[in-house]
Structures are given as C-alpha cells and as structure tokens.
C-alpha cells in the first residue's frame, strides 16, 4: 500500500448503528486530518492530529469520535449519525502541522449515507 | 469570512482548448502558501502544486501553469490543450503561517471543469 489509505469506500449505516472509518497513511507523516465534504459545500475540517496528540476539534458534535493510536492510523468513531451527517469523508496527512512540509496527501475518502 | 474565492462555479470547454481557473485569496500575513488540488469523480484530492509567498515565479508543469501575483492577491491556474481526463474539481486553498491557523488549509468552494470531447 501506497499514500493514504481510507477504509471502507462506501459505508450505508442506519441512525442507531455504531460503525468506525479507518485510515492509514504510509508515507512516514506526523500530522493527521480528518475532513468532510458534503455537496454543495466547502471542505470542513473536523479534527488534526500532530504526533497523535489532537490539535483542533472544529465544534464537531459528539458523535463522531476521533481516535489516534499512532502516527499512521487515524479512526473516526460513528454513532446516533443524523440523515445530514451524509457525506464524503476524507482522511489527509502531511510531513509537518505547519511549515515548508505541511502540503496534506488525501485518501480517497469513504462515501456515507445515513438512512 | 471566507479566505479563498473560487469565483467560477464551473467551466465547460471542448477538448483542447485552454482553461483558467481564478483564484483569490485574503490575508494580513506575510508569509504563508498557495496550493491547488484535483479531485476527480473517484473523490481524491490530488495535490498539484505549493507556492510560498516570497516566490511569485510562474511556474510550468507539463500542461498545467500557475500565475502568482501577490499585487492582486491571485493564483491563477490554467490547464493548456484540456483532455477529457482533465474533468475534475480543482480547489485553491491558503495556508497561513500564524500562531492560531497553525498553517491549515483554507478551502475555496471549488471549480468544476468539464472537458468534452
């Protein structure tokens, strides 16, 4: 495996259903992030990890979860989701939080459908 | 306030002609980085390009070229005889260097291209 890897593509979950997004990048990075794009809309950061400490949480409602075990997995925790909660989930990373090193390598993201 | 205006919603050219993407930005620091990503219809952001603010030279990659002028506060992206392959979301974004953005990318909305035969 190369880059940045996102595990599952596709995940339909119902609002009761308690179910975990995985990424793993491979590229020897620090810094981790967790973005959701829904359509019609701008990119949202929801969570950054910096050496597997969290640096933000942009005002992400309780249910969703991040976890961090190490600087190549990131896992985002989903529970009681909304119908909104739909959407694209991306995973980044990049060699540095800031600096000439922080350009962020994208996973291809795992598509979300709440019912 | 948004940092990052991708002013074109979408752009539509037939194969071959060239296609410039807009993009302007907002910000009081002096140094911070421009980027570009691609997202095609398989949901990837590719990275294309990072530019700092102390380096306004174009730059040329194949067929893609970066327009850099810090006196209009734009990075213009044009894609030279557009293939079909070209048909993405390219997205601009800023990444300031002071103490409370920590360098994140800012995103514009986006442009999407469409490239027909």
């Known amino acids: 495996e190369t880059g940045v890897t996102q595990t599952p593509r596709h995940l339909v979950m119902g609002m009761t259903n308690k179910k975990s997004l995985k990424c793993e990048q491979h590229?020897?990075?620090?810094?981790m992030y967790w973005y959701k794009q829904s359509a019609k809309k701008p990119l949202e950061l929801m969570f950054v990890?910096?050496?597997?400490?969290?640096?933000e949480n942009n005002s992400v409602p309780s249910r969703f979860s991040p976890e961090c075990p190490n600087s190549s997995h990131l896992f985002l925790h989903l529970h009681t989701l909304q119908p909104e909660d739909s959407a694209l989930y991306l995973c980044a990373s990049s060699q540095e939080l800031a600096g000439v090193y922080n350009e962020q390598f994208f996973g291809p993201g795992t598509r979300l459908t709440v019912l | 306030a948004q940092k990052v205006t991708q002013a074109q919603t979408e752009i539509s050219v037939v194969e071959k002609e060239d296609v410039t993407l807009d993009c302007v930005y907002e910000?009081?620091?002096?140094?911070?980085?421009l980027f570009w990503y691609k997202q095609p219809p398989s949901g990837e952001l590719v990275f294309l390009i990072r530019r700092n603010s102390f380096d306004e030279q174009n730059e040329i990659s194949g067929r893609y070229s970066w327009n850099f002028q810090k006196s209009t506060s734009s990075f213009n992206f044009t894609i030279t005889a557009s293939q079909v392959v070209d048909s993405a979301v390219y997205f601009c974004a800023l990444s300031e260097a002071t103490t409370d953005s920590w360098g994140k990318l800012q995103f514009g909305a986006g442009t999407q291209v469409v490239v027909t035969p």
């Open positions: 910000t009081r620091d002096t140094t911070y980085y």
């Open positions: 590229l020897g990075h620090n810094a």
């Open positions: 990890y910096s050496l597997e400490e969290r640096v």
